[in-house]
């Protein structure tokens, strides 16, 4: 199930990169539907109270201890879920305007877009360290060349920076991967296997050292202040489809790997290193909102947002509480839903505007008022309000932050103030005041465009009233993590039974 659900967008990049050029994005778009499907018939066969499902183990490299392993907790097929529903609508958005009559840009894009979702998917199902990295460091060659070949002036300096940053990240990491086979050599036989890491006994020394060149290449990917200036800058030169990809899938395997990994492997050196990393997440939470207010390109804006938001999914992960395992748990996946329709709804409006720039827009929503109202709820669902999904995982690590600390929650809870500025002013400068007479007659947006927003739109609203679906999968993982491997409980809820009688009698 999950070689198949790998190796299809894989295969099938190579297929597009083939194929006839008037062909190529009808398959690239079947082939991403047929991802969607494999993904959905995993998910209805999952059995949320039963651990790691549908694993595979193979030997790879027998005299390292590497496998081909692969398996899927609640954490895995929520990602992977949102992965293969993000990548056709993201083809069918952009449905992508060639740069040469006969598509050949159209098709290079595809081919890119479905390697990507390959090697993500491979990176959420990998149950082995070593095939982790391998393709952890391998999705930044189809991200690479969605940010330099497609895009605006200046996306081959913003592809290079994003590329700098991240294989820093990833050699730090192989230096950490290393340190594992030599731990694991000295207590037995060598093994990259999750299953065996986790068991291991690594020691408080070497595990913080280690746990230090994971931890930095994930907030690296996620990213997480101070390593985060390629984020701004990638999404505003790249496509508003590629800021979709990156923002809303590769930057998850940051915080994906903060889970899996760090918390999963290194136990007492996450417990160790909580201040500091609840520090950066602060700084990040605040400093991510402070400088998006300030951002007259739309997408740059979008894009420093998440840097705020993945302030607050750290910050979920390191409480070491359940309310903020499965507040981060569910903000990775309702983050993906709402920026993504920001994303795209916001390259619409780049399309009619034919700039993004906040400051030259404005008047609009009188000429395309469904363009206007999809802009409004993807910049609510940004924001958290009540109703919609990101509401819900925000709340849930909210409170795991008082829980920490109150002067934690108070400041993070800062963000929600700063969101409201920054998304209702965006939205105000965007899209309210006088009609522009360059903007009369206008269309508004079609059904093609209509159909890949709506049903983002809709999984924002049915969680946020109904969020049960996702806790359901997510809970038992975040319980495997922190009662099983990091050995941390919740403060259960103090009742004084006299109290409760008393206010009883009175009726309160």
């Not at 083809?91 to 877009?113: Q, S, T």
């Not at 918390?263 to 909580?274: D, K, M, R, V």
């Not at 669902?381 to 829980?403: D, K, N």
């Not at 922190?482 to 050995?487: A, F, I, Y």
């Amino acid at each position: 199930m999950l070689s198949l659900l790998v190796w299809l967008p894989i295969v099938g990049a190579v297929a597009v990169a083939f194929a006839p050029r008037s062909l190529s994005k009808t398959l690239g778009l079947g082939i991403a539907l047929a991802t969607l499907v494999v993904g959905v018939v995993a998910a209805a066969r999952y059995d949320v109270d039963g651990g790691r499902q549908f694993t595979e183990t193979r030997e790879w490299i027998e005299a390292f201890g590497v496998h081909y392993a692969l398996g899927l907790d609640g954490l895995g097929l929520l990602m992977v879920l949102l992965t293969v529903l993000l990548v056709p609508l993201v083809l069918g958005a952009e449905w992508f305007k060639a740069d040469d009559p006969e598509g050949g840009g159209a098709r290079a894009f595809v081919a890119w877009a479905l390697a990507l979702e390959g090697l993500s998917l491979a990176v959420f199902c990998a149950t082995d360290v070593f095939l982790f990295y391998v393709v952890f460091e391998a999705t930044l060659i189809p991200a690479y060349f969605l940010v330099g070949s497609f895009g605006r002036e200046g996306r081959g300096q913003a592809a290079l920076k994003f590329l700098m940053f991240q294989l820093a990240g990833g050699l730090i990491l192989l230096a950490s991967v290393i340190g594992l086979y030599v731990v694991s050599s000295q207590q037995g036989s060598p093994s990259y296997l999750l299953s065996d890491l986790e068991k291991l006994d690594i020691g408080t020394e070497p595990g913080r050292w280690l746990f230090l060149g994971f931890f930095i290449a994930f907030a690296i990917k996620a990213p997480l202040f101070p390593v985060h200036t390629w984020l701004a800058d990638t999404t505003e030169k790249a496509t508003p489809g590629t800021g979709v990809l990156l923002v809303c899938i590769l930057d998850k395997i940051g915080t994906f790997g903060m889970l899996r990994f760090c918390l999963g492997i290194f136990p007492e050196a996450s417990q160790w290193a909580t201040p500091l990393v609840i520090t950066l997440a602060l700084i990040s939470i605040v400093y991510g909102a402070l400088i998006a207010i300030g951002q007259d390109d739309i997408f740059r804006l979008i894009g420093l947002t998440s840097l705020s938001h993945f302030g607050l999914i750290t910050l979920g992960i390191f409480t070491m509480s359940t309310q903020g395992g499965t507040g981060s748990i569910l903000y990775m996946v309702n983050h993906g839903l709402g920026t993504a329709a920001l994303f795209l709804v916001a390259g619409y409006l780049h399309e009619r505007r034919g700039t993004s720039l906040i400051s030259e827009m404005g008047g609009i929503e009188k000429v395309t008022p469904v363009l206007a109202g999809l802009f409004l709820v993807a910049g609510l669902a940004t924001l958290g309000l009540p109703g919609l999904s990101p509401f819900v995982s925000e709340f849930l690590v909210l409170l795991a932050a008082f829980g920490y600390a109150w002067y934690v929650g108070a400041i993070a809870i800062t963000a929600v103030v700063l969101a409201a500025i920054y998304v209702l002013w965006m939205y105000q400068r965007t899209m309210t005041g006088p009609t522009p007479p360059e903007v009369e007659g206008t269309k508004d947006l079609g059904l093609r465009e209509i159909a890949a927003v709506a049903p983002l739109v809709a999984a924002l609203v049915f969680f946020g009233f109904y969020p049960a679906p996702l806790t359901d999968v997510s809970n038992p993982t975040v319980g495997d993590l922190l009662h099983g491997q990091v050995g941390v409980d919740d403060d259960p809820p103090t009742v004084d039974p006299a109290q409760v009688e008393h206010d009883v009698e009175e009726g309160h």
